[in-house]
């Protein structure tokens, strides 16, 4: 449809939406946290946000809902959502008028149970689905973030409703989902953002399999997902604190060591060259980059205040954006002069060796996803998921030698894998800048497949 604007988050794999209902006004759907993106796309093109469509309670980030109901945005979700602010309730069949426009409700429980698609129809005419995590490009959103028992329950609401309520629209009708490729709210979504019905209705499995064998698969793809995801759906039923962006004030190097003692973390975001040439002992490394607050949320337990390290040249607004959009509000501020101050102060400085030699001695701990380890792995490497690597625990899961190369993909999450074997106290750990088809490719031999 011509008059929809996608807002793609790259960090969290998530797409958000702009409508022009045609009559000056316009409607956001599913908005993140940071809504000022949204308003300006709208004064640009000389409308005035009216309506904030929940498709959904979300569970990985932080709603903007909230943040626009307090400046005279009319939101509307789903009964079942039972938010506690203001809001337009609606069911399967309620439908809402703006401009030319006809948005009606189509209930599609299975990634929520109280999840709602919104049929916009122009004219009379079906012409989009704004399709939340009900129907992706080649798959659907996962049905397990609610309760373990439920899961195959959702699973079965979920291919019941696309077969029944979603089927019978025009092939032609294009279809715009929330979650998407990156997302760990998608199961094995495909990196394309939309899609079509008719495209779907002839590759989707939630189209082409049985009931049962629909669910087996789903249930079989799906992975571990962060922590954060159990809290923030009450998060975003109660409404998030509406505040301004806080900016990142400087802390000196005595009052970093004074908040540390009393328990705030210390994240390092630099690069991982960076952080590897010279560190805090005891920090963990996770550099600014768009998963970076995914694995925040996954390796930091909230409730306490972050301190970070930055390089000169990283945009410190990124980072804020980030830790927010995941509900990490608590920003106790940066290390003044970074690591450099640090250092002249006569603190303690760490290092770990990096190579970028795919061709590796010794002990392998790969740190990447089960599913991605599965399809291809160093011969006698080690595994275990970074999400299952304790933050700031001395019992790493399993037995592990003291001297190991530490890999991934490309060297940032085996970055923060060493980052946490070092303070649990592992002393010869490197970290590797290669993957596994580095070393297919270097070595010429096979990589081992499954577990």
Request: net charge negative; hydrophobic share 40%.
């Amino acid at each position: 449809m011509d008059r929809i604007v996608s807002f793609v988050d790259e960090a969290l794999g998530n797409s958000s939406y702009l409508v022009d209902c045609g009559d000056g006004r316009a409607l956001v759907v599913d908005p993140v946290r940071d809504v000022g993106q949204y308003e300006s796309v709208a004064r640009q093109r000389g409308l005035t946000i009216a309506f904030a469509l929940e498709t959904h309670l979300h569970a990985d980030f932080v709603s903007g809902a909230h943040v626009l109901s307090a400046g005279g945005v009319q939101v509307v979700a789903p009964a079942g959502a039972a938010l506690e602010f203001p809001y337009r309730a609606l069911g399967d069949g309620d439908h809402i008028e703006a401009g030319d426009l006809v948005i009606r409700a189509i209930a599609t429980p299975g990634h929520t149970p109280e999840h709602l698609s919104y049929l916009i129809l122009r004219g009379g005419i079906p012409s989009a689905l704004l399709s939340g995590g009900a129907l992706l490009p080649g798959t659907v959103a996962r049905t397990d973030l609610i309760a373990p028992e439920r899961t195959e329950s959702l699973a079965r609401e979920l291919h019941r409703a696309v077969r029944t309520r979603i089927a019978p629209l025009p092939d032609g009708v294009a279809v715009y989902p929330t979650h998407g490729g990156g997302s760990f709210c998608a199961a094995g979504a495909s990196p394309e953002r939309t899609t079509t019905i008719g495209r779907e209705r002839t590759a989707n499995p939630v189209f082409t399999a049985d009931e049962d064998t629909f669910v087996k698969d789903l249930i079989a793809g799906l992975g571990t997902y962060p922590p954060y995801f159990l809290r923030l759906r009450e998060v975003n039923r109660r409404g998030p604190a509406i505040d301004r962006p806080p900016s990142l004030p400087r802390v000196s190097v005595g009052d970093t060591e004074r908040l540390v003692r009393g328990g705030a973390h210390l994240v390092d975001v630099r690069p991982v060259l960076d952080w590897a040439d010279a560190h805090i002992p005891g920090s963990l490394a996770i550099a600014l980059r768009p998963a970076f607050a995914s694995w925040l949320g996954w390796l930091v337990e909230p409730g306490r205040p972050l301190l970070f390290v930055l390089g000169d040249e990283q945009d410190r607004g990124d980072l804020i954006r980030a830790c927010r959009s995941i509900g990490y509000d608590d920003l106790a501020g940066e290390l003044d002069g970074g690591i450099d101050a640090w250092r002249d102060a006569g603190r303690p400085v760490a290092r770990i060796t990096t190579t970028d030699d795919p061709i590796v001695d010794g002990p392998v701990l790969d740190v990447r996803q089960d599913r991605e380890f599965a399809a291809g792995h160093l011969p006698g490497a080690l595994h275990i998921e970074l999400g299952s690597l304790p933050a700031g625990s001395a019992a790493m899961p399993g037995a592990l030698p003291d001297a190991l190369t530490v890999m991934c993909g490309h060297g940032e999450r085996a970055a923060t894998a060493a980052s946490l074997l070092e303070r649990a106290g592992h002393g010869d750990v490197r970290v590797l800048l290669a993957g596994a088809g580095d070393w297919r490719r270097a070595t010429g031999r096979a990589l081992e497949t499954g577990e």
